[in-house]
């Protein structure tokens, strides 16, 4: 009993209350709730299609056993048969026609019998099918979703730190005429969500030649306000004198820019880079308006194209979602301090 | 050696370019759109038509009732986004609240717990849609729990109401983890030698927080209120994949009826969506206005602290 105390033991020393085990049971509630339907995703990934249709489902992906017949080129799907005499035997059914199944038993490949089909249960087996996944790039063109979405998301991440860094090394190291305007201008962009300006923006794209181009969906949404922001108020922390020193010694401003602020703005560089990741990574709307071409399509508009249709393909679909949703999850297990603290420091996602 | 003055223009020329083409001028265009008619989509060839695709949407016996306007299909949608937000927000904030009000107890494995609810946060609205249709569908999860039960299975999304339930369900489930986040930090810069001062005065824990933790936290709590309502009077993405806006219009949101307009509809009106997207831009300055001020207020109140 001591030796589990250390479970009951809250961080005081005081022993566990009816309210510390309300707050356990609450979080425990939450861990089933929000994790609960993830994991469900991924075990019913690696269920066979047949397995996926059954009702009620099974809760682990379970499959029928198959087994090598001597003689036999394909592996041949195992039955528990009821024989005439009552007793029961694992089998392997070499074909069926009609109501008339014939089986065999693979240690003695010549002796036949032939059944009843309703004589006859499927034996199952714990058995992951991950031809859902090895198949992806066969039957649909996963490879051409992955990569455009690979490419919008490190494209558009680089110039977003790139185009946001300069204006925010503009706006806290240069002092102008006209600053705080340029700075509210671009704050203001906040309120003009690309939901707003669906339609202008599409004639925009258009005429700049970008439709059912990665580029029109790149572009748009590359001066984020939120990256501007960040990045200002974190360069307005480092110190002047190093600029000063820097000019005596003749760099130029780019140099300046390049070399001195980029590399110490690098903590807010790199949570804006996470930021970038996961809106372009996970974007649909204005995906979904430029590109309508089928080679175009990033995973989320394939994601969606797929279950509409009109017979739903749930294995492949259940799969290409649990690799969708693979990166992100990789990224935030290692990272979860710093999107979580960027995120309570910036107030935006 | 002296900086030139127009140095800091050419760093910032590369951002406030992409902003002039892609926000600025669409403002510009939207606005043009919304008062020109016809189906071309190059301005030169729209007709102008005053404010006919306001009074358009605006046409209506009864704002009540969508079934009597001339676009009942943005009448329901505005009354489905509000009846929406009204739920969605407040059930998200009471629960973010609940939740952050846990974590902040001297809890084993914080940093754990946190990331379970923060999650789902991270992830796109079409796999959350996905994850949650495949659990709602006829032969699915829930229907297969209801069944063991002795319970009829239920047709979760081609139900109205049921589906109106689990579009708002779902994307608390998603979002929550984000305003927790937020009402957590809140909490945590509430000094902790007030509660230790309430526990002299042998004050009980519902008074030290109907006392203390509430109204300290307030101003957090009102800029939670506010960035979700702006989020979520936005809100397309997995609703539109979850239900595509049905059955019927059911579920159909302001966002979704501006992008059928303009996108999805064989005759594209483009001056109609620009025009609903105009009124949705008016209530989104408001709201952000609205959190500027919470905001401020907000520092101020850091401030005296």
Redesign the interface.
């Given at each position: 009993m001591k030796s589990l105390n250390f479970l009951i033991?809250?961080?005081?020393g005081r022993s566990m209350d009816w309210?510390?085990w309300l707050?356990?049971a609450?979080?425990a509630m939450?861990?089933f709730?929000?994790?609960g339907?993830?994991l469900?995703?991924v075990l019913?990934s690696f269920k066979t299609e047949a397995a996926l249709?059954e009702?009620?489902?099974s809760l682990l992906p379970y499959g029928q056993k198959s087994i090598a017949v001597p003689g036999e080129e394909k592996m041949k799907p195992v039955f528990r048969v009821t024989l005439p005499d009552g007793s029961t035997k694992e089998l392997a059914e070499l074909r069926r026609i009609g109501l008339t199944s014939t089986l065999v038993d693979p240690a003695r490949p010549d002796d036949y019998v032939r059944v009843n089909v309703k004589d006859r249960e499927p034996v199952r087996e714990f058995k992951m099918a991950t031809e859902n996944y090895t198949d992806l790039s066969g039957k649909v063109s996963f490879g051409t979703y992955l990569w455009n979405s690979v490419f919008i998301t490190v494209i558009a991440t680089i110039l977003t730190l790139?185009?946001?860094s300069?204006?925010a090394?503009?706006?806290s190291k240069?002092k102008?005429s006209g600053?705080t305007a340029?700075f509210l201008?671009?704050l203001g962009?906040?309120?003009?969500?690309p939901?707003?300006?669906?339609?202008?923006?599409?004639?925009?794209v258009?005429e700049l030649g970008m439709l059912n181009s990665l580029w029109g969906v790149i572009?748009?949404?590359?001066?984020t306000p939120t990256g501007?922001f960040l990045l200002r108020q974190y360069m307005l922390t480092i110190p002047d004198e190093l600029l000063e020193a820097a000019?005596?010694d003749?760099a130029s401003?780019w140099q300046i820019?390049w070399r001195i602020v980029l590399p110490l703005a690098a903590p807010a560089l790199a949570v804006l880079a996470i930021f970038s990741v996961?809106w372009r990574?996970?974007d649909?709307?204005w995906p979904?308006?430029v590109l309508s071409k089928n080679e175009k399509f990033t995973l989320?508009l394939a994601?969606?194209a797929f279950?509409?249709d009109l017979v739903t393909q749930?294995n492949y679909?259940?799969a290409m979602?649990v690799i969708?949703?693979l990166p992100?999850?990789i990224?935030?297990a290692f990272l979860?301090?710093y999107?979580?603290q960027g995120?309570?420091s910036a107030?935006v996602? | 050696?002296k900086?030139?003055?127009g140095?800091?223009?050419y760093?910032?020329a590369?951002?406030?370019a992409?902003?002039l083409?892609?926000?600025f001028?669409?403002?510009?265009?939207?606005v043009y759109?919304a008062f020109t008619g016809g189906v071309n989509?190059?301005?030169s060839q729209r007709p102008s038509v005053g404010v006919e695709n306001f009074s358009t949407l605006l046409d209506c016996g009864s704002y009540l009732d969508p079934s009597t306007c001339r676009k009942d299909v943005f009448w329901q949608s505005i009354w489905n986004t509000a009846k929406y937000a009204v739920f969605q927000v407040s059930l998200m904030v009471l629960f973010s609240l609940?939740?952050a009000l846990?974590l902040n107890?001297?809890?084993?494995g914080r940093?754990f717990?946190?990331?379970?609810?923060?999650?789902?946060?991270?992830?796109?609205?079409?796999?959350v849609a996905?994850?949650?249709?495949?659990?709602l569908q006829r032969?699915?999860?829930l229907?297969?729990a209801m069944?063991?039960m002795g319970s009829q299975p239920v047709l979760w999304l081609a139900e109205p109401g049921w589906a109106f339930f689990w579009v708002t369900f779902v994307s608390i489930?998603a979002h929550m983890?984000?305003y927790t986040?937020?009402l957590?930090?809140g909490l945590q810069a509430i000094p902790g030698d007030l509660y230790e001062a309430a526990q002299l005065d042998k004050a009980s824990?519902w008074r030290s927080l109907t006392r203390i933790t509430l109204p300290l936290l307030l101003p957090n709590l009102m800029?939670v209120l506010v960035?979700a309502l702006i989020k979520a009077v936005?809100t397309?993405?997995e609703v539109f994949?979850l239900t595509?806006g049905g059955p019927g219009s059911a579920t159909t949101l302001v966002?979704q009826f501006?992008?059928q307009t303009?996108?999805v509809e064989p005759v594209r009106l483009?001056g109609i969506?620009?025009a609903g997207?105009?009124m949705?831009?008016l209530a989104?300055?408001a709201l952000?206005l609205l959190q500027l001020r919470l905001s401020k207020a907000d520092e101020l109140g850091e401030r005296a602290k």
């Open positions: 033991r809250t961080r005081n309210t510390d707050s356990y609450y979080l939450g861990l709730l929000m994790f339907p993830v469900w995703l019913s249709n009702f009620p489902p790139l185009f946001n300069m204006a090394f503009a706006l240069y102008f600053r340029v201008l671009i962009t906040l309120m003009v969500p939901a707003i300006v669906l339609v202008p923006n599409f004639l925009v258009s572009w748009p949404a590359i001066a501007v000019r005596m003749h401003e820019y996961m990574w996970n649909f709307l979904l308006i989320q994601l969606n279950q509409g749930w679909l259940l979602t969708t949703l992100i999850t990224v935030f979860q301090k999107i979580t995120i309570a107030g996602k | 050696m900086t030139n003055a140095t800091p223009w760093f910032l590369p951002n406030m992409v902003i083409l892609f926000t001028v669409p403002i510009a265009i939207n759109y989509l190059y301005p609940i939740t846990v107890r001297k809890i084993v940093g717990w946190s990331g379970v609810f923060f999650y789902p946060v991270l992830l796109s609205p079409v796999v996905l994850i949650w249709k495949w659990i032969d699915g999860l229907n297969a069944v063991s489930w983890g984000f986040l937020i957590l930090a824990p800029v960035l936005q397309f993405d994949v595509g966002v501006i992008y303009g996108f483009y969506a620009a997207s105009l949705l831009a989104l300055v952000t």
